[in-house]
């Protein structure tokens, strides 16, 4: 499976439009790209994921690049519960890579 | 909504026990998975189960076995307990394999291991 490429934090304010970058160069034709969420203490939530074309669903959008080497994560407007550290994921198979992820931090 | 509960939110052991941990889907899913998580580390699958009496080693099997008895249930066994096996402890559910179908996690299983 491919890997990505996160940065470590972001701060967005609240009811402003979050928008989380990933970076996955090496992904291949088959493989998906995902979008997770956890919060401290819990399982990781499933947000969305998209194969080539732009996805939306009542959490976020999800836009992924022509050549799909990059994608960003939008969440519209964001509150303080969206707080979590966000994981973007390339999944081909049944294993997902998690790696570290992105602290995004929701400021009042 | 995709439930997947696992049986215990904390649970502490010595080394040496036998551990069980049970994990419970109830929407049909054919595949079954365990992760467990250590910081620094991100999630590592540990054995996944694509359908009733299969099993798959998944990157860290050692000092573990599973058994999925029936397709809504999905146990993983610490044959031996030790220190090093203290984690947290996640299961998760697909639809289908290759990565089409999303994995739906439960609140993970935090173990101790004295």
């Known amino acids: 499976d491919a890997k990505t490429t996160q940065p470590t934090s972001m701060d967005c304010a609240e009811g402003r439009a979050a928008n989380l970058p990933c970076n996955h160069s090496t992904i291949s034709g088959n493989e998906y790209v995902y979008w997770y969420r956890q919060i401290h203490s819990q399982g990781p939530q499933y947000i969305i994921h998209g194969l080539k074309n732009n996805e939306t669903n009542e959490m976020a959008s999800l836009i992924i690049t022509e050549d799909r080497k990059s994608s960003t994560l939008i969440l519209p407007h964001a509150t303080l519960r969206d707080t979590a550290v966000y994981y973007c994921i390339v999944a081909g198979a049944n294993n997902l890579f998690f790696g570290t992820g992105t602290r995004l931090t929701v400021i009042p | 909504d995709v439930k997947v509960t696992q049986s215990s939110r904390y649970l502490v052991k010595r080394t040496g026990e036998k551990v069980f941990l049970e994990c419970v889907q109830d929407m049909d899913h054919e595949n079954m998975f365990w992760y467990r998580q250590d910081p620094g580390l991100g999630l590592r699958l540990i054995y996944f189960s694509y359908d009733v009496k299969m099993k798959e080693k998944g990157d860290i099997p050692e000092g573990y076995s599973v058994s999925r008895e029936k397709k809504e249930r999905f146990s993983l066994i610490l044959e031996s307990a030790s220190t090093n096996q203290t984690s947290m402890y996640l299961c998760?559910?697909?639809?289908?394999?290759?990565?089409?179908?999303?994995?739906?996690f439960g609140d993970g299983t935090r173990l101790s291991i004295l």
């Open positions: 998760a559910s697909s639809l289908s394999t290759g990565g089409t179908q999303p994995q739906h």
